[in-house]
């Protein structure tokens, strides 16, 4: 019998609905009292194939056959800061990327560099969100369990090692 949380590597293994310790999921310090609620995606790769046929077909089926579950993720106080600013200032960018772009065009006159500001600060604010805005990454949901990357090792050492998170294995 599977315990609700386990790992597999370096991946993390949750039953649904279940709560996970109060250890900060990037170094296995103390939780801090605030928990992330995030809510995570995953989709069946072959669907972004149809994209080949029909746009319209790959924005139907991806609405309609995808997995949700929503897990309340445990940070310490830096963590959990470090992810709200990064969040914050990626926002920020892309809320800015508009008028600093009008800005430049009217102060400066030169349409080369206002194109630079523009593909600068949205590629900036994109990669903020992206890469520090994501406390786990999602590897595979299914209706019992999600899969998940990203927590760090000493985390995971607390849980029992599982053989596979493949869905067709028990």
Same mark, same amino acid.
């Given at each position: 019998?599977?315990?609700?949380?386990?790992?597999?590597?370096?991946?993390?293994?949750?039953?649904?609905?279940?709560?996970?310790?109060?250890?900060?999921?990037?170094?296995?310090?103390?939780?801090?009292?605030?928990?992330?609620?995030?809510? !995570?995606?995953?989709?069946?790769?072959? !669907?972004?194939? #149809?994209?080949?046929?029909?746009?319209?077909?790959?924005?139907?089926?991806?609405?309609?056959?995808?997995? @949700?579950?929503?897990?309340?993720?445990?940070?310490?106080? %830096?963590?959990?800061? @470090?992810?709200?600013?990064?969040?914050?200032?990626?926002?920020?960018?892309?809320?800015?990327?508009?008028?600093? $772009?009008?800005?430049?065009?009217?102060?400066?006159?030169?349409?080369? %560099?206002?194109?630079?500001?523009?593909?600068?600060?949205?590629?900036?604010?994109?990669?903020? #969100?992206?890469?520090?805005? @994501?406390? #786990?990454? $999602? #590897?595979?949901?299914? $209706?019992?369990?999600?899969? !998940?990357?990203?927590?760090?090792?000493?985390?995971?050492?607390?849980?029992?090692?599982?053989?596979?998170?493949?869905?067709?294995? %028990?």
């Amino acid at each position: 019998m599977n315990p609700d949380i386990c790992r597999d590597g370096e991946v993390l293994v949750v039953r649904r609905n279940i709560q996970l310790p109060d250890l900060c999921v990037k170094c296995a310090g103390p939780a801090h009292r605030k928990r992330l609620r995030k809510g !995570f995606y995953w989709r069946p790769r072959e !669907f972004y194939l #149809l994209g080949f046929y029909s746009w319209l077909g790959v924005l139907v089926m991806l609405t309609v056959a995808r997995e @949700r579950m929503v897990l309340r993720i445990p940070l310490c106080r %830096g963590h959990y800061w @470090r992810y709200r600013f990064a969040r914050l200032f990626g926002r920020v960018l892309l809320l800015a990327t508009f008028p600093a $772009t009008v800005a430049w065009g009217v102060l400066t006159e030169d349409l080369v %560099g206002m194109w630079a500001v523009f593909f600068s600060m949205l590629v900036i604010g994109m990669s903020v #969100l992206i890469l520090f805005g @994501r406390p #786990l990454r $999602t #590897l595979f949901i299914n $209706t019992a369990y999600g899969c !998940f990357i990203g927590a760090a090792d000493e985390f995971l050492l607390h849980f029992p090692e599982r053989r596979s998170h493949n869905p067709n294995s %028990g």
